[in-house]
Structure formats: C-alpha cells, structure tokens
C-alpha cells in the first residue's frame, strides 16, 4: 500500500525555528487547511498540539470542528454557510455583505484588502464594517491582511506592510471611539514572517514553513527547513523488459538493454501528478520512473519491495512548472497517513 509518512523529528525542527522568530509558541497559528497541504489535518493538528502550538487556521467549519480538542484558538478563512457554528471558532470577514449572514455573538477577524485584490474589504470601509458588526452584536476578535507577493523580489511586501500599518492606526482610533478592546493584529504568511526585521504582531498565519518549504534561490536569507513528508510506494509486479521492449502507456520508455522493471502502486489517480515522457525523474535513491505515470501505479527500474518516491517536493514542483503547494496539496486523502 502507498502510503505518507510525516516526519515528526522534522516537523518540530520548522515549528521550533518558525516560534523562535515569532517570538514565542503563542504567537504561531499553524495553517491546517486543504488537509494540512495534503500532510494529513488532524496528524499535523496532534504533532502540533504535542509541540505545544495553540492556534490554528483552516478553511471551513467541516475542518474546525475536526481539530477544536487540539487547539483553543481556531480561525476559519473561507467559510460560507454559519449555521454549524461554535464559539471556539473565529471567522474571517471577506466583504461587508457577509456581515449579513454571520450570526450574533460569533467572534470575527476582519481581513483587509491592502494590496492583493482578492478578498477582504476597503481600507476605507473599516468604520463601516466596525459599526456593521457591533450592531449586530459580533466580537470583532481580529483584523489582518494577506501577502499577494512575500516570497518574491518586489517592493509589494513593502507596500503591503505600508498599507497595514495604516489599517493598524485606523483600528485603534476607531476601537477608541467605539469603546471596542484592541483586536488581535495579524498580516504574515511563512515568506512575510521571515522577510520581517522586527515581527510583533499578535501572531503569525504559518502554513508552508511548517511543511519544510520557503523559497530558498532568492537573497532572503531564509533558514534552511526540513520537508515533512514523503511519498513511499510498495511493489506490485516485476518483470524484464527485454532490449527494445516498451512499458506503460504509449510505449514512451524503451529499454536500451534488458532490464528489471516493476510497478508501484501510486499514480496520478492518488494526486501524484503526472509524469510522462517529457519529464524525466528520479527517486531519491536514483531509479528512474519510466515512461508515463498510470492512474494507479507507475514503473520504475527497481525491484526493491518498497520505493521512496519523493522525500522533497522541489525538484517534482519544477518538473511541474508549479509551486510546492500544489504537489503536497494534491495528494488524496485517501492515501494513509503514518507518523515516524
Ligand atoms: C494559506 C494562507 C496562509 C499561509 O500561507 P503560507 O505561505 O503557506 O505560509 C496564511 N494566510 C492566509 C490568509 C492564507 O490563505
């Protein structure tokens, strides 16, 4: 069976270098959704939990209430239909509208809009969104932003930093006026935690960091991290190729002397996107995945009983033309999950 072993010595090595720059353990939410990046949600919540992470942020409220026993804070990003609320959860305020639907007594972080475009409301609308929610009686328990662009060579984060402190100033007027407690402040993903000289929000939103990845070909000086997850694949058949014979679909890889060949039991159909004849790539112990991945299974020139098909996902995510996100993101949740 395949099968995603996460390593926890790893795990807690990014956790311990991602809460030393945070400043503290209390000042890390752990970003859990989209299954903890294909890492498995409530392995990664415990292994977090354990460390002793107490903030965590996820999708939607299905995935909250998965995890609300490993964490006693709880953000929720993307959430559209609140009648599965609970109080342990925080939800993020996309547009003025969904003030609306949110239900009283809840507890809301409002996202603003600072640079990227894509959700979150108007600096300029921040009064209104105050006013529109103590109205209704809502906690407004945070306000942040979202990095379009912290992981690349631009003035964007700056720019972005710029806006937040605006937004940082306007709450605190407004809180004043309004008679309102000053609510938690947060704008750093991974990339904008590390670029930052002197971080001192209340806490930073760390999902790839805690995976073992960062953009490590730019002048950032980020630290090295240790990838969490691999992808291991158990024999199905062996057999020879003869000189000249052909494997898989197409016939794309051709033995050019006789050799031993088998197949595993991951493909695409398990989320490991496909490979084929104009990619070549090679497992961590050098065997070579031959010709076009199947839906099921792929072949490899090994007969070893089970094969590492990727301890680090960056040289797959070149391959792929994409980041390391989508390859670890992609992995079904079907496929077990093992701690080591
Ligand atoms: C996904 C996400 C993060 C985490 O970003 P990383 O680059 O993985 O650290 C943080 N904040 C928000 C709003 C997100 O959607």
């Not at 294909?38 to 354990?50: D, F, T």
């Not at 695409?268 to 070579?288: A, I, M, S, V, W």
Request: aromatic share 10%; hydrophobic share 40%.
């Amino acid at each position: 069976m395949a099968k995603i072993l996460i390593n926890k010595e790893n795990l807690f090595y990014n956790l311990n270098i991602i809460s030393q720059k945070a400043g503290s353990k209390d000042k890390v939410a752990v970003v859990l959704k989209d299954n903890a990046y294909g890492h498995g949600l409530v392995e990664i919540a415990k292994l977090s939990k354990e460390f002793g992470i107490k903030k965590a942020v996820v999708r939607d409220f299905k995935d909250a209430h998965k995890i609300k026993d490993y964490f006693n804070y709880i953000l929720v990003l993307a959430e559209q239909d609140f009648h599965n609320y609970s109080h342990t959860f925080h939800i993020a305020l996309n547009s003025l509208e969904q003030i609306d639907k949110i239900p009283s007594n809840s507890n809301v972080h409002i996202k603003v809009d600072t640079g990227m475009h894509r959700n979150g409301i108007s600096i300029d609308d921040l009064e209104k969104a105050f006013l529109g929610l103590s109205q209704k009686k809502i906690n407004i328990t945070g306000v942040f932003t979202h990095h379009k662009g912290a992981d690349e060579l631009s003035t964007n984060f700056f720019w972005q930093n710029e806006n937040f402190s605006l937004v940082k100033k306007s709450v605190k007027d407004i809180c004043e006026k309004l008679f309102l407690p000053l609510p938690n402040l947060h704008s750093c993903n991974s990339a904008a935690l590390f670029r930052k000289i002197d971080f001192d929000e209340d806490f930073a939103r760390v999902g790839i960091a805690t995976y073992g990845y960062l953009e490590d070909d730019l002048p950032f000086n980020f630290p090295k991290l240790k990838p969490v997850m691999s992808l291991w694949a158990s024999k199905m058949a062996t057999r020879t190729l003869k000189k000249g014979q052909s494997v898989g679909y197409g016939g794309k890889f051709t033995a050019l002397e006789d050799m031993e060949v088998s197949t595993y039991d991951v493909g695409y159909g398990d989320g490991f996107l496909r490979l084929n004849e104009n990619h070549c790539y090679k497992t961590p112990k050098g065997f070579q995945v031959l010709g076009r991945v199947s839906m099921d299974n792929l072949s490899i020139n090994s007969t070893d009983k089970e094969v590492c098909i990727f301890d680090d996902v960056r040289t797959l995510a070149k391959i792929h033309n994409t980041i390391t996100y989508e390859i670890t993101c992609s992995l079904k949740e079907n496929i077990k999950r093992e701690i080591i």
